[in-house]
């Protein structure tokens, strides 16, 4: 039997859409989730529902992954992995720690499947528009054989090096959006020690040379907490940097940087 399905698990709030980008693209897409029924929306597409990750590892040459954390990963492709034909290949959505996707690797090759780590970068927003960054380590070959996959959501997509190298640089990226929504913490609190407007220098600002993307979106924010869903996934990513670069100062700087802001958001 021939096996052509695209597999995806974890469609959650950035998962989902690219999931939709898939099967809207014409890809035979095959979806699990722990609670069925939201799957609903993939299957009114044409996609299909396997009734675990086994069966749906059986039917797919390509799967998607794009769970929370290290444990959910590991977890899933303990599944995974037995279920699928030598010759497949498994993209790893998630940030993860790049030591966790190497050792997946090897386990993968063990049974004759390949894998790259694939990290995304631009939220659900860009999910639903098809422009995200996806960030590869991995083969060249399994890199090729995997692009068109990444092309139906992605609008950039760069192999950086072997299998923990598109980690790296995820999790470097994160950390730089975390310090630069902590220097726009500090910088409208500036503002507002100096009774400057917050709206006029929200505008000033991202029209001037100290714009960045933390900056705007942290200019968005009514206040640090009202960032709910990204500051926990954020403090994950920036003390994924510090597990991975312990003795960097480097990395010291850009979590000193990120601290303030991100422990308003979390408290």
């Not at 995304?120 to 054989?145: I, K, R």
Request: aromatic letters at 4%.
């Amino acid at each position: 039997m021939t096996v052509t399905g695209i597999g995806f698990i974890g469609i959650g709030s950035q998962g989902g859409p690219m999931a939709h980008r898939i099967v809207d693209a014409g890809l035979p897409l095959v979806v699990w989730a722990r609670r069925p029924e939201t799957l609903e929306a993939y299957i009114a597409k044409g996609a299909v529902a396997a009734a675990s990750v086994a069966e749906l590892g059986a039917q797919c040459e390509h799967v998607g992954v794009c769970v929370v954390n290290d444990a959910d990963v590991r977890q899933v492709l303990a599944e995974l992995i037995p279920a699928m034909t030598p010759g497949s290949r498994i993209a790893i959505h998630s940030t993860v720690l790049p030591e966790t996707v190497r050792d997946l690797e090897a386990q993968a090759a063990a049974h004759g499947i390949g894998l790259i780590d694939a990290p995304v970068s631009g939220g659900s927003p860009a999910a639903e528009a098809g422009t995200l960054t996806v960030m590869c380590g991995g083969d060249p070959a399994t890199f090729e054989a995997a692009k068109p996959v990444f092309d139906t959501f992605a609008k950039l997509v760069v192999l950086l090096g072997p299998v923990g190298a598109g980690q790296n640089v995820k999790i470097i990226n994160n950390a730089m959006l975390a310090a630069n929504m902590g220097i726009a913490y500090a910088a409208f609190d500036c503002g507002a020690a100096l009774g400057v407007d917050r709206a006029a220098m929200a505008t000033l600002i991202k029209e001037s040379s100290g714009r960045s993307m933390g900056f705007e979106v942290y200019a968005r924010l009514p206040t640090p907490n009202a960032f709910t869903t990204g500051a926990p996934l954020l403090v994950k990513d920036v003390n994924l940097l510090k597990a991975v670069l312990p003795d960097s100062a480097g990395a010291e700087a850009l979590r000193a940087t990120a601290e303030p802001f991100l422990t308003a958001a979390t408290s």
